[in-house]
């Protein structure tokens, strides 16, 4: 059975970083590619972050870019997000996912499992 559990969220101030967690069991890491979604109240879930099965390619919208980080340690389970630099808009339940065979980086039908979602909040 898979299970998907993401950490690390919480309360921080504009301009501050957090970084954020997912053990991943049920499943060999290294055959999925991996990637981080967000969803703010009355949003649809977008892609932060995308980061192929060997970690060697990383994706970020432009929303993001040069703020946030994904990488993995395929040996101990776990995918990380570092966000540097967060701003309010930021403010959003995060979640990780995991994608057998993903073909389009952010769209969320490529994706197979996901874990329940850490909340952000980013206050001015």
């Known amino acids: 059975q898979v299970q998907m559990v993401e950490s690390g969220g919480g309360l921080v101030q504009e301009g501050g970083s957090l970084r954020l967690s997912c053990l991943v069991s049920g499943l060999t890491l290294r055959d999925y590619a991996m990637g981080w979604f967000r969803q703010a109240p009355g949003k649809e879930r977008e892609g932060v972050a995308c980061i192929s099965w060997s970690g060697a390619s990383t994706y970020y919208p432009d929303s993001v870019k040069g703020r946030f980080t994904a990488s993995r340690d395929n040996d101990k389970a776990t995918l990380y997000l570092q966000m540097n630099s967060l701003k309010p808009e930021d403010t959003a339940n995060y979640y990780c996912?995991?994608?057998?065979?993903?073909?389009?980086?952010?769209?969320?039908?490529?994706?197979?499992?996901w874990g329940q979602g850490t909340l952000v909040t980013v206050s001015s």
């Open positions: 996912a995991a994608g057998y065979f993903v073909r389009r980086w952010f769209d969320t039908h490529d994706y197979n499992y």
